[in-house]
């Protein structure tokens, strides 16, 4: 008798976890997003070579842990249309969480922001001529 | 109205100190929505972590928060959670596992980030330890070892979880999982240090040790230096032997001893493993400390029965004698049927006590042996539905009954009941031996 109670309230419990996490999901998110864009674009300039050594930069630096490209990595800070909505040295601010940035962060992801600033300097050029390729 | 009032509220404090992170997300400022599976598979693990949060203290053996419903069922209860926690953390992987495989970045914990690698150990610990519990016995891990580790990994396992949260930081509310950590180091402070202290100040002294039947050793203890403890006949408590109060040195063991003779206070121990074989060696004068009483196993919470069923094998005499003893002190006139199953005669414990019981109560005696001597005329073989079918009066449905022995007795004997339609609300035993 007593085992039922208990069984009754740990099913109670974890039903009524499922069902919050999946109301915070749909209230989080009201309508089906869009399906993300396709693969960055890369443009055929002077710029190709840079560009790729910059894509090997955000692998290389796990930027996906924390944002998402097309929809592959974290969706919650999508980079699709960044280099549109951005200008290089805004782009280059908010790598660093400096600036805006700095204000605008959360305390431990400004420090792991902050931790970019030791990029050598080549890298941090190539990761951002990669960031403007995304345009939509 | 009292009686449902108390359950209910530990219930739905239980409920909404595991939802507390989930109702925080849900009312409070959020970053913009990620996707559905993602949002998701973050609240599941926010959820999974609260409950594991909560962990501690349902075995933390709160005498308030226990005595509505049993401490045993907490501990059952406690089991079940650990599944469903650790099904909430292993299901918030495996959503970003299979939806959003990039953002786990690199598995290498050298080139990983800490708190990724920080959750994924967590994952693996609880995972961990949920098998050395729900297995401790098959994997031959020996119980004083495995609740030091039990309590040393959980807590790494919890603290990992928290910085994991931490790292990832864009849900975060610093308090909430300051708050849960605070609540786990209260606790741990609690039951680790408080307590402890508090019986170190109320010890009990060896009064003796005397042999029983079967293999069996009776400890008596008398209180030093304070009143003792208030007891319902059949609760049971942890007894700490030849050690502090500091170490995980506790057994829990039913009092045997009379209620209606406190503070004096009985322990029938019966030789099983390395704990118990020690008992023997204890002599009197002695310290020992006493955390209880828990339990729930007691005619007293009964008053208005019109009568008792006992039904035990081997040492789940001892809380059934403590109720008896109890009920003959005080002069209880209700119709008592006792089915006391052994393998032998020669180990019936309380053999010639029994007997002498009979005078003050109004007590049926059935033995049932496995080994039953030559000329046996009682029953033998095991406690059976046919036996309790004979044995039990026509008012049966109306009685109380308490089972204690070794499992397969106990669930035949509830399967039986059932079949001749005794109310389940009315079968009572303990859930020992789950771990």
Partial sequence: MRERLARGVAF??????????????????????????????????????LVEAGRAVYQAQGCARCHSIAGSGNPRYPLDGVGARREAADIRRWIMGAGEAEGRLPAGVRRAKQAYRKLPRRDLDALIAFLETLRN | MKDIASPVFWILLYLALVAAPLLV????????????????SMALGFAGIAVMGVQFALTARFRRASAPFGIDIIYY?????????????????AVVRGAYPAALGPLNPVQASGYMSAGRTAL????????????????????????????????????????????????????????????????????????????????????????????????????????????????????????????????PFSISSSAARSPRLEFTIKELGDFTRTIKDIRPGETAYVDGPYGVFSVDRYPRAPGFVFVSGGVGIAPVMGMLRTLADRRDARPLLLVCANARWEDVIYR????????????????????????????????????????????????EYFLCGPRPMSETAQQALHAMRVPLARVHFELFDMV
């Fill in chain 1, 12 to 49: 109670l419990a974890a039903a009524l976890l499922v069902l919050l996490a999946l109301a915070f999901a749909r209230v989080q998110n009201p309508a089906p997003r869009a399906p993300g864009a396709g693969a960055a674009a890369v443009p055929a300039d002077m710029r190709r070579v």
């Fill in chain 2, 25 to 40: 997300l849900l009312a409070g400022p959020t970053p913009p929505g990620a996707g559905r599976w993602w949002d998701f």
């Fill in chain 2, 77 to 93: 209860f406690h089991r079940y959670m650990a599944v469903i926690g650790f099904g909430l953390l292993a299901a918030h992987y």
């Fill in chain 2, 124 to 251: 693996v610990l609880f995972g961990f330890v949920l098998v050395t519990s729900l297995w401790r016995k098959p994997l031959r891990i020996g119980y004083d070892r495995w609740r030091v580790w039990h309590v040393l990994l959980t807590t790494a396992a919890f603290l990992l979880a928290v910085a994991h949260i931490e790292g990832v930081g864009y849900y975060a509310r610093g308090w909430l999982w300051t708050g849960y950590t605070l609540f786990w180091v209260f606790l741990v402070v609690y039951v680790r240090l408080l307590r402890p202290w508090r019986m170190l100040n109320e010890p009990y002294r060896v009064v003796g040790v005397r042999p029983e039947r079967g293999q069996a050793w009776t400890v008596t203890l008398d209180p030093d230096g304070h009143p003792g403890l208030r007891f319902a006949p059949g609760q049971f408590a942890w007894l700490t032997l030849r050690g502090s109060p500091f170490r995980f040195g506790e057994h």
């Fill in chain 2, 352 to 399: 010639e006590e029994l007997e002498s019981l009979r005078p003050r109560l109004d007590l049926t005696l059935i033995h049932v042996l496995q080994e039953p001597p030559p000329g046996w005329a009682g029953e033998h073989g095991f406690v059976t539905g046919a036996l309790l079918q004979r044995v039990l009066p026509a008012n049966r449905a109306e009685l």
